[in-house]
Nanobody, 118 residues
Framework: QVQLVESGGGLVQPGGSLRLSCAAS????????MAWYRQAPGKQRELVAT???????NYQDPVKGRFTVSRDNAKNTMYLQMNSLKPEDTAVYYC????????????WGQGTQVTVSS
């Protein structure tokens, strides 16, 4: 069973930076896509960025040029470096993992709160 644990959220002023971490434990196949999603109060959960096992990354328009997703394979941890934060980035951020090993499986972390406010 795979578990995902996020950390690194908090309160930051507009223009500031935060780095979120998503530590994965358990058996993960060599074929996977990891992603960061976020959900603001009263809004639907939305995709932020993806990182594939191939190394390719993808970012949604609202965060392009400000957020960077990366992974430390030795630590089985994915990161989201968030710079130039805006109040509209305030949300609960979730880590997501989709793997393919015989069958497709999907896992979610518990979420970490990011609040951008002065």
């Amino acid at each position: 069973q795979v578990q995902l644990v996020e950390s690194g959220g908090g309160l930051v002023q507009p223009g500031g930076s935060l780095r979120l971490s998503c530590a994965a434990s358990g058996s993960i196949s060599s074929l996977w896509i990891m992603a960061w999603y976020r959900q603001a109060p009263g809004k639907q959960r939305e995709l932020v960025a993806t990182l594939a096992s191939s190394g390719s990354t993808n970012y949604q328009d609202p965060v392009k040029g400000r957020f960077t997703v990366s992974r430390d394979n030795a630590k089985n941890t994915m990161y989201l470096q968030m710079n130039s934060l805006k109040p509209e980035d305030t949300a609960v951020y979730y880590c997501n993992l989709v793997t393919w090993l015989g069958a497709q499986r999907e896992y979610w972390g518990q979420g970490t709160q990011v609040t951008v406010s002065s």
